[in-house]
């Protein structure tokens, strides 16, 4: 039985995941595209980084993990995107963590620090949520670089 639930438009959570993974697969720089925990029972989809092949250009953080996550459920589905380099971790999230910024939130995490912002990111598919964020990754990323 396939439930018609909010953004994945009939998705169960493997498809979904499995379209994830297929579109990661294809992105320059992402390489061991993988479910986590295993691909019988996917929670979300993990690659590793070329951080310069991405960015395309030179970058002083070389490897990075970048994980999705997609939970569908009635009303709104809870969806993650995480970039984790060993300096920062910042990602869009869509869930209940804070409602006061709106349905999706953008949070950046250092050694000295964690801010939350409003993520003004509406998109409900699963797809299209990872491509927004994929579109504003590289400037949220060269965004952290200090001298």
């Not at 999705?68 to 300096?87: S, Y």
């Not at 990111?121 to 590289?138: G, H, K, N, Y």
Request: hydrophobic share 35%.
């Amino acid at each position: 039985m396939v439930l018609f639930l909010a953004g994945g438009r009939g998705f169960t959570r493997r498809e979904g995941l499995r379209r994830i993974k297929e579109r990661l697969e294809k992105e320059p720089g992402f390489s061991n595209v993988q479910y986590r925990p295993s691909r019988l029972r996917p929670r979300s989809v993990v690659a590793d980084v070329d951080t310069e092949m991405f960015l395309g250009k030179e970058f002083p953080r070389k490897q990075t993990t970048f994980e999705v996550a997609w939970r569908p459920r009635a009303g709104t589905d809870v969806q993650r995107v995480q970039w984790a380099d060993d300096a920062v971790s910042l990602g869009w999230h869509k869930d209940d963590d804070h409602e006061d910024l709106g349905t999706t939130h953008f949070q950046i995490e250092t050694d000295e620090e964690l801010i939350h912002e409003p993520g003004h990111l509406e998109a409900e598919a699963p797809l299209s949520f990872l491509e927004t964020c994929l579109q504003r990754l590289p400037a949220r990323v060269e965004g952290t670089i200090t001298d």
